[in-house]
């Protein structure tokens, strides 16, 4: 199957990604909507595909395109937000032991698309694995509070991510792949626009622009293009797999990059990521990830 080793190459570059939008977070840009309107502004590089196969589509089709593009910039945003309150090695797996519950519903819902009753028990292994590792104790009620905001955050830029690879699938079957891609990339754009209608985030972002942190510009660049490439070869593999949740379900092996990659520059560089990494946090967030990769596998083959 092309689409698994497309896909596993595609979560390596997002756990790295996901690695480098933590530290830039909790140590350069603070504001979240910043780092979203540049993420979604360097989306415009997908025009670059227009030579090779672009075509005009109806007008309906255009805003459901443009439409998806634009709930992608606010699951992006919401996700930034979780992630500056949260480890990624807790809100990542969180996000994707809850994606692919959502898109189940979604794609039956809206695409047809059935899965056996082996998926149920692959839900319930998936939703046991995301308890597992979404569970902390902080004595500090702040840090108890901002931890609660940013599951919720969570939840919703999960929910907006299941909406956005729904609707890309769609939009994938009625468009075709590369025109599907560049009008989902467009309203990327369009959706970053829309982050400047606050006053602080638009201060906040001509700010970035005056005053470009150079120590962190290199680093930005390089998660980005990991980012921008591996929502690439996603989208490639939502086109000619046969099951959008089944793709979705293949993420455990992001997790899997995550906690080795942050696991290593814990080791080293402790205070880095501000990762707790004990003996018994490993192993819990270990046997967590291990049930959720096993329920996305039992759903994948379901």
Not at 111 to 132: D, H, K, Q, R, Y
Not at 215 to 228: D, E, I, N, Y
């Amino acid at each position: 199957m092309l689409w698994m080793f497309v896909i596993a190459i595609a979560y390596f570059l997002n756990a790295s990604a996901v690695t480098i939008d933590k530290f830039l977070l909790s140590k350069k840009m603070q504001n979240p909507a910043v780092y979203s309107f540049f993420i979604s502004v360097l989306s415009l590089l997908g025009v670059v595909l227009i030579p090779f196969g672009f075509h005009f589509v109806s007008l309906e089709q255009t805003l459901i395109a443009f439409g998806t593009g634009i709930v992608f910039t606010f699951a992006y945003l919401f996700m930034f937000y979780a992630l500056n309150g949260n480890e990624a090695t807790r809100i990542t797996p969180f996000m994707g032991g809850l994606q692919p519950i959502f898109v189940f519903f979604l794609a039956w819902i809206f695409l047809g698309e059935f899965l056996s009753p082996m998926a149920i028990i692959a839900f319930v292994v998936i939703v046991i694995g995301t308890i597992i590792i979404s569970r902390q104790h902080d004595k500090n009620k702040k840090q108890q509070s901002i931890s609660r905001k940013s599951y919720i955050y969570a939840i919703i830029s999960t929910l907006l991510f299941a909406i956005a690879y729904t609707l890309t699938k769609y939009v994938y079957i009625e468009d075709g792949f590369i025109t599907g891609f560049v009008l989902t990339r467009i309203g990327t754009a369009i959706g970053a626009l829309l982050l400047l209608i606050p006053p602080k985030n638009l201060k906040d972002i001509i700010n970035e622009i005056k005053k470009p942190k150079q120590k962190t510009g290199g680093l930005f660049l390089v998660g980005q293009g990991a980012g921008a490439l591996s929502f690439i070869l996603v989208s490639y593999a939502i086109a000619i797999s046969s099951s959008v949740a089944i793709v979705n379900a293949s993420r455990g092996l992001e997790y899997v990059f995550l906690l080795l990659i942050i696991g290593a520059l814990s080791i080293k560089y402790p205070k880095l990521l501000k990762e707790k990494m004990s003996r018994a946090i490993i192993w819990r967030k270990t046997i967590a990830t291990m049930c959720i990769i096993i329920g996305l596998v039992l759903l994948a083959f379901s």
